[in-house]
């Protein structure tokens, strides 16, 4: 059974930096792409960023490029979401979530991931 546990989340000031943590269990993580999406108070939930399941290939919505860096880790079985620059409109509940995938990351994979995480609490105070 695929398990996917997020942390890391708080409340930061605009300018301010936080990890955001996927721990993984129940699958061979290596086969899988991780991704983190979140979800803002009345908006749908949107793909943030992921990692191919191999750690060659990322993939960054504009609006988080050059701000939030994907990593992973795959002897820990964890992907972490480094976030700077953090801005008020990056304040949402962020989900990892997984796809057994080798594909290169993009756009289009991202309506495929499934196993969410519980959800971790961002808030960026102006």
């Known amino acids: 059974e695929v398990q996917l546990v997020d942390s890391g989340g708080g409340l930061v000031q605009a300018g301010g930096s936080l990890r955001l943590s996927c721990s993984a269990s129940g699958f061979t993580f290596g086969d899988f792409a991780i991704g983190w999406f979140r979800q803002a108070p009345g908006k749908e939930r949107v793909g943030v960023s992921c990692i191919s399941a191999s750690d060659d290939s990322t993939y960054y919505r504009d609006s988080v490029k050059g701000r939030f860096t994907i990593s992973r880790d795959n002897t820990k079985n964890t992907v972490l979401l480094q976030m700077s620059s953090l801005k008020p409109e990056d304040t949402a509940v962020y989900y990892c979530?997984?796809?057994?995938?080798?594909?290169?990351?993009?756009?289009?994979?991202?309506?495929?991931?499934?196993?969410w995480g519980q959800g971790t609490q961002v808030t960026v105070s102006s």
């Open positions: 979530a997984a796809l057994r995938t080798y594909l290169p990351m993009s756009e289009a994979l991202l309506p495929y991931f499934r196993d």
